[in-house]
């Protein structure tokens, strides 16, 4: 079985490995490494070599990586925790590791401009249209309805049948689906996986409406075109949040039967693998036909040559971290990568983040005193 | 409507803001009744710092073309925009005082003038469909 475990952290690697490769070309087209650009430059040889040159560093330090990953694994394989530890170890260096690659491009990429003063005798200008929160960004909120009656009738149904509960119940598995943890047999226990699948649900809903009230970004040059990529790049990411969050439900659901009635083994086995390769799966598909900011779509207006965006590499330090007092936004697009990041400079972005962090490392812990 | 905003520019924000906002009225892109993103909203959305955005709203709404409620948030006066009052064409006789005294320095004639009148006018009344967005 451990052969098993061998397979899925190895496959584990190669969605990570392919984000961080790629995703110089998922930004929007107005950015390069952190820098802001106009748009045209994008294509410029210079640029692709760039990000050839990138991508190219980047898979030899996931090679390396990998190369690092198989020897340790098989001097350790048999204490699993330890595998666990290091396996997350790994991930962590791999991450420093890039981000130490990032930001030597980031800085050829900042002294290019200054080099180049791209942004001389152009109007700088910021673009926002009065209507775009009135638009339907994301699906709606009311649809979280469905998994959470999902998790309602599971949290009605353990109470009801409580009696015919085993006395020790599972609240951990590991990657091979094996109970690694058991709990006495109590409510918290007992509801482990409903209350677990509702705060799940409660943060998935959460990030729906951050989607719809993120930050308005639109391309001075071609307001229209840059709208309707923006437009469909939220939806299509709600769709994905919300079509996870239902495989969600009913894996928990599964899960969560699986304690009155012996449900197929095989099936038990699989489906967490089956969803979890769904899930990131659809989730680089998604990045590779969206773009950040939908600036992969195809759609292709009219430009006014003589506009572009607002410069405010000022306020992106390092590129990559949002720091600007006077915006009392709170999430906008990331600059380096596919989805939304926070305003640094605004005490409840933080708030926000910790808040979630909070319900994901304490909620298991207090379920399973 | 879209607003654009030029931040090297020498006009401040809030007066851009104010600028651009009647002349989406004039245009006929904000109708009667519409409502505004809320000062939050906007400010959020274009990256400036909340008083500017209440700054502009204030004045927009001391000048009768925008309604602040606290339920339905801002909207275009629905009665439409203020009449020319004796204290409007105080203000606009102020604003063009040192404008025409320029033109006549630099030898501009009466139709000259007019004639620029005339061209950017057409910009707010030719363009100006029911609802252009």
């Known amino acids: 079985m451990n052969d098993m475990l061998f397979i899925i952290l190895t496959l584990l690697f190669i969605p990570i490995f392919i984000i961080m490769i790629f995703i110089p070309y998922w930004t929007r087209r107005t950015e390069s490494f952190g820098v802001s650009i106009p748009e045209k430059l994008y294509d410029t040889t210079q640029l692709k070599k760039m990000r050839k040159?990138?991508?190219?560093?980047?898979?030899?330090?996931?090679?390396?990586?990998?190369?690092?990953?198989?020897?340790?694994?098989?001097?350790?394989?048999?204490?699993?925790?330890?595998?666990?530890?290091?396996?997350?170890?790994?991930?962590?260096?791999?991450?420093?590791?890039?981000f130490l690659v990032y930001l030597v491009f980031h800085r050829e990429m900042k002294k290019l401009k200054e080099e180049q003063g791209w942004f001389?005798?152009?109007?700088?200008?910021?673009?926002?249209?009065?209507?775009?929160?009135?638009?339907?960004?994301?699906?709606?909120?009311?649809?979280?309805?469905?998994p959470f009656m999902i998790t309602f009738l599971l949290i009605y149904i353990t109470i009801l049948f409580y009696d015919k509960l085993p006395e020790h119940i599972p609240i951990q598995y590991n990657l091979n689906g094996v109970v690694r943890r058991f709990a006495e047999k109590s409510y918290g226990s007992a509801l482990f996986a409903p209350i677990?699948?509702?705060?799940?649900?409660?943060?998935m809903l959460i990030v729906n409406v951050v989607i719809a009230k993120s930050k308005q970004q639109v391309n001075p040059d071609h307001p229209e075109e840059s709208i309707m990529r923006n437009v469909i790049f939220r939806k299509r990411w709600s769709i994905f949040l919300y079509v996870t969050t239902i495989l969600f439900s009913i894996l928990f659901s599964l899960m969560h039967a699986n304690l009155f009635v012996e449900i197929n083994s095989k099936l038990m086995l699989s489906l967490p693998l089956i969803i979890t390769f769904i899930i990131i799966g659809g989730a680089i598909v998604l990045s590779i036909t969206t773009g950040q900011g939908g600036s992969r779509?195809?759609?292709?207006?009219?430009?006014?040559?003589?506009?572009?965006?607002?410069?405010?590499?000022q306020y992106w330090k390092l590129g990559q971290f949002y720091f600007n007092k006077d915006d009392p936004a709170l999430f906008l697009e990331k600059r380096f990568g596919i989805g939304w990041t926070i305003n640094m400079a605004r005490p409840a972005a933080w708030l926000f983040l910790i808040g979630?962090?909070?319900?994901?490392?304490?909620?298991?812990?207090?379920?399973s005193l | 409507m879209y607003i654009h905003l030029d931040f090297e520019s020498e006009i401040p924000i809030y007066t851009q803001l104010v600028e651009q906002i009647i002349a989406g009225i004039a245009?006929?892109?904000?109708?009667?009744?519409?409502?505004?993103?809320?000062?939050?909203?906007?400010?959020?959305?274009?990256?400036i710092n909340l008083h500017t955005v209440n700054k502009a709203y204030q004045e927009l709404r001391q000048r009768g073309f925008i309604l602040i409620h606290r339920q339905r948030g801002v909207v275009i006066h629905p009665d439409g925009p203020?009449?020319?009052?004796?204290?409007?064409l105080k203000?606009?006789?102020?604003?063009?005082?040192?404008?025409?005294?320029?033109?006549?320095?630099r030898g501009m004639t009466k139709e000259e003038f007019v004639k620029l009148y005339d061209e950017i006018s057409k910009k707010y009344i030719t363009e100006g469909g029911e609802n252009n967005e």
Not at chain 1, 127 to 141: A, C, G, M, Q, Y
Not at chain 1, 356 to 367: E, K, V
């Open chain 1, 53 to 98: 040159k990138y991508a190219i560093q980047m898979s030899i330090v996931s090679l390396i990586t990998l190369v690092i990953f198989l020897p340790i694994y098989f001097f350790i394989h048999q204490n699993e925790k330890l595998v666990a530890i290091v396996y997350s170890l790994i991930i962590l260096i791999y991450l420093i590791s890039s």
């Open chain 1, 120 to 146: 001389k005798h152009k109007k700088q200008q910021v673009v926002i249209h009065t209507k775009f929160h009135n638009e339907k960004l994301t699906i709606s909120n009311w649809l979280y309805m469905i």
């Open chain 1, 196 to 203: 677990t699948l509702f705060f799940l649900i409660i943060v």
């Open chain 1, 297 to 313: 779509i195809n759609i292709k207006t009219k430009k006014d040559e003589t506009v572009i965006d607002r410069d405010d590499d």
């Open chain 1, 356 to 367: 979630i962090l909070i319900i994901a490392i304490g909620l298991p812990i207090l379920l």
């Open chain 2, 27 to 47: 245009k006929k892109e904000l109708v009667p009744g519409e409502r505004l993103p809320s000062v939050r909203s906007l400010a959020s959305d274009i990256g």
């Open chain 2, 82 to 88: 203020p009449p020319i009052d004796e204290q409007y």
């Open chain 2, 91 to 105: 203000d606009l006789k102020t604003t063009l005082h040192p404008l025409i005294a320029e033109s006549i320095c």
